[in-house]
C-alpha cells in the first residue's frame, strides 16, 4: 500500500508560480510511473503530467504544456509539480498518484493509489 501525501497548494495571483510535492511512503517510487491530476468543481478528473519511472519520459496535458514541469527526487521518495505563468483557468484541487507500471498513461485508471490533493487557487 502507497500512501501519498499532496503538499504546496494555495493561493496565488495570475503569472505566479507554485511547486507541489507529492511524498509517498509504503513503497518507492523510483519504481513506478507517477501522475499529477486536477479537478475543478463540477468537472471530471483531468490529466495534468506524468513521469515515468526512469525519468526518461514526461508527459504534459496541451494546456500546461511550456508552464508545468514535472520532476522527481527519489532519494526523498517526492514526485513534484512546478507550475508557472498560472492562470485563473487553473483552479483546481491537485492530486498525485502512482500507477503500478513504469509508463506513463493520461487516463485515471491507470493509477492505483492517489493522494487527498491540494488546493490551489489562481486569482484573476
Known amino acids: 500500500q502507497v500512501h501519498l501525501v499532496e503538499s504546496g497548494g494555495g493561493l496565488v495571483q495570475g503569472g505566479g508560480s507554485l511547486r507541489l510535492s507529492c511524498a509517498a511512503s509504503?513503497?518507492?517510487?523510483?519504481?513506478?510511473?507517477v501522475g499529477w491530476f486536477r479537478q475543478a468543481p463540477g468537472l471530471e478528473r483531468d490529466f495534468v503530467a506524468s513521469?515515468?519511472?526512469?525519468?526518461?519520459?514526461?508527459d504534459y496535458a496541451d494546456f500546461v504544456k511550456g508552464r508545468f514541469t514535472i520532476s522527481r527526487d527519489n532519494a526523498k521518495n517526492t514526485v513534484f509539480l512546478q507550475m508557472n505563468s498560472l492562470k485563473s483557468e487553473d483552479t483546481a484541487v491537485y492530486y498525485c498518484?502512482?500507477?503500478?507500471?513504469?509508463?506513463?498513461?493520461?487516463?485515471?485508471?491507470?493509477?492505483?493509489?492517489w493522494g487527498q490533493g491540494t488546493q490551489v487557487t489562481v486569482s484573476s
Open positions: 509504503g513503497g518507492a517510487l523510483s519504481t513506478y510511473a
Open positions: 513521469i515515468s519511472w526512469s525519468d526518461t519520459s514526461t
Open positions: 498518484a502512482v500507477r503500478l507500471g513504469i509508463t506513463t498513461r493520461r487516463s485515471k485508471k491507470d493509477y492505483t493509489y
